[in-house]
């Protein structure tokens, strides 16, 4: 279960980011005449090696799959032979080493564009942001926000999903700034509530940042109607059929189907009389659920699926969709956004405003990886647009061993007409290592803790 749900589509997306930023060196070191020796996925040993075109490049899947790298023609590297002096990397003029070695960190910011261009193109469905009965006392209780109230714009930039209201509301924290969130009830009346970020903590360790504000999302009370059975599951062989209405389950009144879900869960392999209605008629029925793993804890499960209710749905979903430019243009602010977060977030890091506990390792990431896949293609299509966004300015940043810290070589290089020495070069990597080796630390820690605490 763990290597299907969480291993796999980590995997996957590994191999998609690591391919697609590889080749974006490849391919800009053949546009600029560079010979390209080999081409590998992963590190080590290689499990695969074939060699192909006119250079016979090798390709290569190796046994450590966390990276993968182009070896391209190098004096430094070894010897080349006099006819191909030409295609050597270091015998490139600057300005062509600098293409090459940001191909790579391009390539992934080109490749989140085109996800995004995609899922906005073909229209992908997401949650409105309507808020819940916030918490008692809370800045939201206290700035007014109600059940059930449609968030419409935050300071005057309009939101049409949830997601879109936290990032708004997370942009504005990072600089302490006080929001004024436009809201719309049930009757059609507008609203301005104003919410003040100045306290609010950006940290992945602790509460969600609408959670620090009392805010919830609005979970409508849906009947406990049961709308599908899976085959041969526990609930087909139970008898139990679409349609039904679930009244008591052990006695308990049944008001809602969350309250079915929760107490299913929570009977892995233990007995459940269900008090159910069929039409007209009032039937008993046992049903044993099921054990299931789910992220490290034992749950019971049915297999039935709630009742579809178009209303309540378009209630609480809202298909974004664009135009094919429009589209474009969507996924070109996405990107631009979201890299400005992670440089920010990153520098407030540095100087200490925000934790170190917001970086995250391959753990965290697995876990992402395999919840987006679960949740459906979209999501994991966002999933993997992030990651490589996040894989692009990771390696643009100005750290030796990184695509920026080459790029830092070759700007000093310009400056003072020169190349730098082999000894600072040498240095440069040995405090690389250090800072890759404290980051990778850091985000090791960071996923064992959220591991425990979870």
Known sequence: MILVDYVLPFLLALGILIVVHEFGHYQVARWCGVKVLRFSLGFGKPLMLWRAGADRTEWAIAAFPLGGYVKMLDEREGQVPTEELHRAFNRQNVWKRIAIVAAGPLANFLLAITLYWGLYGGGVEEIRPRVGTPVAGSQ??????????????????????????????????LEHQAVEVETQNGQGEIAFRRLDLAGITVDQGTEDI??????????PVLPAVIGSVAPDSVAARAGLQGGDRVLRIDDKDIGGWSELVMMVRDA????????????????????????????GRTIGRIGVGLAENAQRRDEMFVTVR??????????LSQTWETTVMSLSVMRRMIVGEVSVKNLSGPVTIADFAGQSARMGLPHYIKFLALISISLGVLNLLPIPLLDGGHLLYYVLEIIKGGPVSDRTMEIGQQIGMALLAMLMAFAFYNDINRLVAS
């Open 140 to 173: 939201a209780d206290l700035a007014g926000f109600q059940d059930g109230e449609l968030v419409r714009a935050v300071s005057g930039e309009q939101v049409q999903t949830w997601q879109e209201f936290r990032w708004k509301l997370l942009n504005r924290a």
């Open 268 to 295: 892995p392999g233990r007995r459940l009389r269900f008090e159910v209605v069929r039409g007209t008629e009032a039937l008993a029925v046992d049903v044993v659920p099921a054990a299931v793993e789910d992220r």
């Open 322 to 331: 664009y135009g094919i430019v429009d589209a474009l243009g969507k996924g």
């Open 210 to 219: 609408t959670a620090q504000l009392g805010m919830k999302l609005f979970r």
